[in-house]
């Protein structure tokens, strides 16, 4: 074979990989522009331990309640703050308010935005506590690329963040699955309509003793040994994973935070609603808390580090009991009662 039909033959090859290469891209991009219901949505992660996704949904469009007070935040805030005990606080503070808690189990401030965003739509919340760690997450949630519109996913409010490729990588998969959805739910495992009693049965306070998705029980009455909190919270530390982003690249691609934080912010500013961020410690928790003046530049901070040294007040190093729940909901109650 001549060089020269060798030189076709590859510039063929190449072609040829690159028009499937286009292909594909176009039909990526044509996925991700299909229609879909947003209640589907946010049914794609039901049987999973962030399943609390639909019941947000639920209270916020086919609830008729209002929300005065939304509490987000991951789940330090599932277990340790309980709406029912803030709408009794703020009622016998003379300042009547209905109260949800759309915390959701893990860390990832991004998921958290799309729940207030959600909520924008259809509520006019007065108030949102929002629950902040020590040292913020670094990265987004992994619910995020679910239920998030498809425009947030495709195009974040800062491109560069950890799991941006991730996401976006994934979104024509998702678009696909609700468009079919759509067409024929039972068979994706949805429900196209709204089912009051199913709504009904939500447990909806997790401060109190409940059995998980996986028919985890959880005890929220237990009280843990000092020295069993501490070394529990050792062997997390020392499992830990490690970021392998370079140290002058993290304040950019580790600031899920910030921004989302930011953006949340920004849709409260445009309707008035007043911003409270709680900081939940864990057992033990050095003191100070690491974001502080970015908070503060946005709403009101609640420091309830005082509460890191009581064990009694903990059913594990991460997350409060019972107890530790009530006390730490009449704080917020003495916070959120001067801004309604």
Do not use: C
Not at 30 to 43: E, G, K, T
Not at 72 to 85: D, F, K, M, Q
Not at 95 to 124: M, T
Not at 321 to 338: F, I, K, Q, S
Request: hydrophobic content about 45%; charged content about 25%; glycine content about 6%.
């Amino acid at each position: 074979m001549t060089s020269r039909r060798r030189g076709m033959r590859g510039a063929f090859g190449l072609r040829a990989v690159a028009a499937i290469f286009g292909f594909a891209l176009l039909a990526a991009v044509a996925a991700s522009l299909l229609p879909n219901d947003a209640y589907q949505r946010f049914q794609l992660l039901d049987g999973t331990i962030y399943q609390s996704l639909r019941w947000d949904y639920e209270r916020i469009h086919f609830d008729s309640r209002p929300v005065d007070v939304a509490i987000v935040g991951p789940s330090t805030s599932v277990l340790g703050l309980s709406a029912p005990r803030l709408e009794q606080d703020l009622q016998a503070r003379g300042k009547p308010a209905a109260v949800a808690n759309f915390s959701i189990i893990a860390d990832g401030r991004n998921v958290q935005w799309a729940i207030v965003h959600e909520l924008f739509q259809a509520k006019k919340p007065k108030v949102i506590v929002i629950a902040i760690d020590r040292d913020s997450h670094p990265w987004g949630h992994e619910a995020f690329k679910y239920v998030a519109p498809a425009s947030a996913v495709a195009f974040p409010p800062d491109p560069l963040l950890h799991n941006v490729l991730y996401d976006i990588v994934y979104l024509p998969f998702r678009q696909l699955e609700v468009f079919a959805a759509g067409l024929s739910p039972r068979d994706f495992g949805m429900t196209g309509a709204f089912d009051p009693v199913r709504y009904a049965r939500t447990p909806i306070d997790l401060s109190v003793s409940h059995r998980m998705e996986d028919g985890k029980w959880i005890e929220m009455d237990r009280r843990i040994p000092r020295e069993t909190l501490l070394a529990d919270h050792r062997r997390h530390v020392e499992h830990l994973k490690r970021t392998l982003v370079p140290r002058a690249l993290s304040r950019i691609v580790e600031a899920d935070n910030e921004v989302y934080i930011r953006e949340i912010a920004r849709e409260a500013a445009m309707r008035g609603t007043r911003l409270v961020f709680v900081y939940i410690p864990i057992f033990n928790a050095a003191p100070g808390i690491k974001n502080r003046a970015l908070y503060q530049r946005y709403g009101q901070v609640q420091d309830n580090s005082d509460l890191a040294g009581d064990d009694w007040l903990y059913q594990g190093w991460a997350h409060l009991n019972h107890a530790g729940a009530m006390e730490l909901t009449d704080r917020v109650a003495a916070a959120v009662a001067p801004v309604l």
